[in-house]
């Protein structure tokens, strides 16, 4: 026999909450009908949560269309300007910032270009916390502020946001999370939701959540920086590994003869597709040259630039045939420099991932991004609003309004 405490009662209708929210964050606007049918739960039930979560703010509920039966069913939609969170996508060379609402829609957007290769730490908490402070600026009236998402180019520790390593930005052991939280604090006296991750990670959350993979249960995304990363998600659920570091594709050895890489081994993925491995391949000594210049010198008749692009394209698809092989994916997605590469050597990589094993090949796609080039930016948003989606009125309850922020 089951004897339900008042505390599992409150638990239950906490969790189912919180489900009916995330089902309308990701999904968007549903009928009632739709919700009972979604949860498990009776009708009475789904009605008194949406209610809940209506009188918080979060969800509005308007009479939908007539149903096949006759009986107009009630429509259930988020509130974008209910609660927002600052997502950021920290790249070697710039900052992107975005205000996100709830449901997923970008309120507003700012970019900055910072020195490559002499990017402190110090400098990008400043630049955080001057663009969080911006964000807010914008930010709707009443607008609950629930939450900071920020991806990096590196290794990073999800407990505590410490950056291990990110090699392109000449960080270790850099504790980006404990240093945002105290200048959150000292500043605004409230620290959100605080998520630090891997770029690529919150690529594949994006895709998954909203893009490519949104059907699908197994999908991994590759970001190409100047550094290629990886983000794995298996059966539904990221592949963190032990200490959440797996997924390090960028430095999966391709080209036992090939060029040095920064981490001490020769002939990582990351030194044969990585950017600076393509620009400098197309004979393109400009520093801050980007795939852009490679494809234009290639248009342009640059054969030097054409060959770069075709060997780029051959080391691409051997890479991707043996993560064909080791991981059963459905899609593969393309991000950052690839996905502009891709659309130019998808035969030549292809050709490479048809010696991946029949069975597992049959069924990966390879793809550009369905978020374009804001996989990791819409990715951090979606871990910034994890706080919100786990437990609605209690993160209501306690959030500040941006507004008065
Ligand atoms: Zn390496």
């Known amino acids: 026999m089951v004897i339900r405490t008042a505390s599992t009662q409150d638990d239950l209708r906490r969790l189912n909450r919180a489900r009916l929210l995330r089902r309308l964050h990701e999904g968007g606007s549903a009928r009632r009908s739709d919700l009972v049918a979604f949860s498990g739960l009776n009708r009475s ?83 955080v916390m001057s663009l969080i402070k911006q964000s807010l600026r914008r930010a709707p009236e009443g607008a609950a502020w629930v939450g900071v998402g920020i991806g990096v180019p590196g290794v990073v520790d999800h407990a505590d946001g410490l950056v291990r390593l990110a090699p392109n930005l000449g960080w270790s052991d850099v504790p980006l999370g404990a240093l945002l939280r105290a200048a959150l604090e000292s500043e605004y006296g409230f620290v959100p939701h605080l998520s630090v991750s891997n770029d690529a990670d919150l690529g594949a959350l994006a895709e998954h959540v909203r893009g490519q993979g949104a059907v699908k249960r197994n999908l991994i995304y590759l970001s190409g920086e100047v550094g290629i990363g990886g983000g794995i998600i298996i059966d539904g659920r990221p592949m963190l590994g032990a200490g959440g570091f797996g997924g390090e594709v960028g430095h999966m050895v391709v080209n036992p003869v090939g060029t040095e890489c920064r981490c001490g081994a020769r002939g990582c993925w990351e030194t044969e597709i990585g950017l600076d491995a393509l620009v400098r391949a197309a004979g393109i000594t400009d520093p801050e040259a980007g795939v852009a210049d490679v494809l234009a010198a290639a248009s342009a008749g640059s054969r030097t630039a054409r060959g770069a692009i075709d060997k780029a394209g051959e080391w691409l698809g051997v890479g991707l045939a043996n993560l064909v092989n080791l991981f059963n994916p459905e899609v593969i997605v393309l991000g950052g420099h690839l996905r502009l590469l891709y659309p130019l050597v998808s035969s030549t990589v292809l050709r490479q991932v048809h010696h991946a094993l029949p069975a597992a090949r049959e069924q990966a796609r390879v793809e550009v991004p369905a978020l374009k080039a804001d996989s990791t930016l819409l990715g951090a948003a979606e871990a910034a609003f994890e706080g919100l989606l786990a437990d609605p009125m209690a993160v209501i309850a306690d959030s500040v309004h941006a507004t008065a922020s």
């Open 45 to 127: 039930t789904v009605g008194v949560l949406v209610s809940e979560l209506a009188d918080a703010g979060l969800v509005t509920e308007a009479a939908g269309l007539p149903g096949q039966v006759g009986r107009p069913s009630l429509r259930v939609a988020p509130v974008r300007n209910s609660a927002v969170v600052i997502a950021f996508d920290l790249k070697v060379e710039r900052t992107i910032v975005a205000l996100v609402g709830l449901g997923g829609g970008e309120i507003w957007r700012r970019e900055q270009r910072h020195k490559r290769g002499d990017y402190t730490p110090e400098q990008a908490v400043r630049h």
